[in-house]
């Protein structure tokens, strides 16, 4: 594409070319006999053109789409889509890069994908984010609209992030609060799986329409299942088998590490099933709790990021845990959920006859 501004350097070899497909599709949820039918889209001549804003936000995603390594998932992003006007990553600066974006909204109008990286502030008229002169609102308002898809990606462009944090100064929202009369797919995460993102996309030019959402617009695909359902060390938390503290024996021997904060109960996204670089590693993966960043307000709802859920009361009368603390607004069923898992665990222990880990 003549006016593209960002071009990989080396082109990815057939065999990683195919590898990144067969992952994007194992994403997906895709049979193996689909991922031709992906690489079949991923090859095609017409690269679809796409317009990268950047709002309110640190650059994280960008930073970790850049540096996904594994099998280069970044080139093979790069090389699927025409990246017309990425401010981070374009080689012209000033009204070279405004006639760019210009140009590209004319020549694809209604055909080009708008990709929004970070939160979008509405105070004063928006005054907190300008790029040439232009408000961030009244730039989603000229490109927006007339994109073929929006994708919102990160947990600031998808649900105003940490710029939306109480006591939100700029009065920060993310894109589909000013886009109602678009369908926004949220991919959240601060920063988000690159291996999502390249799903959403890839999905989006091999079927010719956006993958099935959740409703927070979230794809299905990627969010549809709790963190705590797929979390390698789930049997210690179903055995009542803690870490306390950190650097404590449980956590030395991989225990669970809801006492310690994990918000995995009450967090959905494939973390722990897409891992993150190519060394395979995710948050509670290495000793950390699950802090929720794929959740809205997760800021505010998922703190203290150090302490457990909220006492439960269980059926049948009784409080499962006995230190009071906690992220007290996390959603009350998942955390009736956790404390019949966490009560059933316990009283296997008990019932054993050996001393729970979980005792304090
Ligand atoms: Fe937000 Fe993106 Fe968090 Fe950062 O740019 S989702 S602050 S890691 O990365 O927008
Ligand atoms: Fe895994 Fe966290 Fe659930 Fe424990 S609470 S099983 S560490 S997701
Ligand atoms: Fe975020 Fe939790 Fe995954 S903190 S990266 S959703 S494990």
Known sequence: MADEIFKPDVSLSRRKFLKGCAIAAAALGLSESMTAKLVE????????????????ECTGCTESLLRASHPDIARLILDII?????????????????????????????KFICVVEGAIPTKNNGVYCKIAGKTAMEILD?????????????????????QAAEPNPTGAVGVQELLKKKTVVNVPGCPPNPVSFLGTVLH???????????????????????????????????????????GDEGHLKGYCLYKVGCKGPGTFSNCPAI?????GVWPVGVGHGCIGCTEPDFWDNMGPFYERLPDVKIPGGG????????????????????????????????ASGSKSEDQE
């Open 41 to 56: 889209a991923a090859t095609s001549p017409q690269r679809p053109p796409v317009i990268w804003l950047h709002f309110q």
């Open 82 to 110: 025409s990246l017309d006007y990425h401010e981070t990553v374009m080689a012209a600066a000033g009204h070279q890069a405004e006639k760019s974006l210009h140009d590209t909204l004319e020549k694809y109008d209604g």
């Open 142 to 162: 000229e490109v927006g609209p007339r994109a073929a898809a929006v994708i919102a990606i990160g947990t600031c462009a998808a649900f105003g992030g940490v």
């Open 204 to 246: 989006y030019f091999t079927f010719n329409k956006l993958p099935a959402l959740d409703h927070l617009n979230r794809p299905l695909f990627a969010y549809g299942r709790k963190i705590h359902d797929q979390c390698e060390r789930r049997a210690h938390f179903d055995e009542g088998r803690f870490a306390q503290q950190f």
């Open 275 to 279: 891992r993150f670089n190519d060394v």
């Open 319 to 350: 409080i499962v845990e006995s230190a009071g603390s906690a992220g007290a607004k996390i959603l009350g069923v998942t955390a009736a959920a956790v404390g019949i898992h966490a009560a059933v665990g316990i009283g296997r222990k008990l």
